[in-house]
């Protein structure tokens, strides 16, 4: 059974286009978040959401737009994609133990922009 | 800027042997560390924490230990087995005040490679 899974896996697209990447976690956490992975490796947080409602909000542009229909679910949304949208998108979702966060991640999406 | 610095981007060791990564920090106010292992076309997988009032942790194969002095975090894993190959992300975590939530700032990663 797979925890955290994303959809589509790849992703191919002209500039200007506009595109969803789906998450959905079945492990019954209440937060959820999207990283990106850009050509450098890093890893960085785009958003995080508890409970459907989000919580964080790294500066990412406007064009990206994350919801959540449920708690298990958090898709994004990217408006009039660029070149730079370019990269490895990877959904997660955390339980709290103690006072340590645990984040569960899925496979990632690579998204390719020409 | 650059919370967390994997300075190797890659470690070579021969299987059995104790393989070391390392990362640096630059922002002392976090709650814990965190490493990560990731294999190629896979999510990064939790693999062992360390809270900012310890100087060790340890699991099975796995230690992190923390040098607060230092600002200097690293990874040991002994013996180290071809499975481990892998690479390594070391997270800074730092809830917000009056928040559950964590956020992670992530490392570059290390590439292990454990050789037969």
């Known amino acids: 059974d797979t925890a955290v899974s994303q959809t589509p896996k790849y992703l191919v697209t002209q500039m200007g286009n506009d595109k969803s990447i789906k998450c959905e976690q079945n492990l019954g956490h209440d937060t959820m978040y999207w990283y990106k992975q850009d050509s450098k490796k890093f890893l960085k947080i785009m958003f995080s959401?508890?409970?459907?409602?989000?919580?964080i909000n790294e500066t990412v542009p406007n064009r990206f737009s994350p919801k959540s229909p449920d708690k298990a679910h958090l898709n994004l949304h990217i408006n009039s994609l660029e070149l730079g949208d370019s990269a490895v998108y990877f959904c997660?979702?955390?339980?709290?133990?103690?006072?340590?966060?645990?984040?569960?991640f899925g496979p990632g999406t690579r998204l390719l922009v020409l | 800027d650059q919370q967390v610095k994997q300075n190797s981007p890659s470690l070579s060791v021969q299987e059995g042997r104790i393989s070391i990564l390392n990362c640096d920090y630059t922002n002392s106010m976090f709650d814990y560390f965190l490493w990560y292992k990731k294999y190629p076309a896979e999510g990064p997988t939790f693999l062992i924490s360390i809270s900012s009032i310890k100087d060790k942790n340890e699991d099975g194969r796995f230690t992190v230990f923390l040098n607060k002095s230092a600002k200097h975090l690293s990874l040991h894993i002994v013996p180290s087995q071809p499975g481990d190959s892998a690479v390594y992300f070391c997270a800074w975590a730092r809830r917000d005040r009056g928040s559950t939530l964590g956020r992670l700032y992530f490392g570059r990663g290390t590439q292990l490679t454990v050789w037969p």
């Open positions: 959401y508890n409970n459907k409602e989000l919580i």
């Open positions: 997660a979702s955390s339980y709290l133990r103690g006072t340590q966060e645990t984040q569960y």
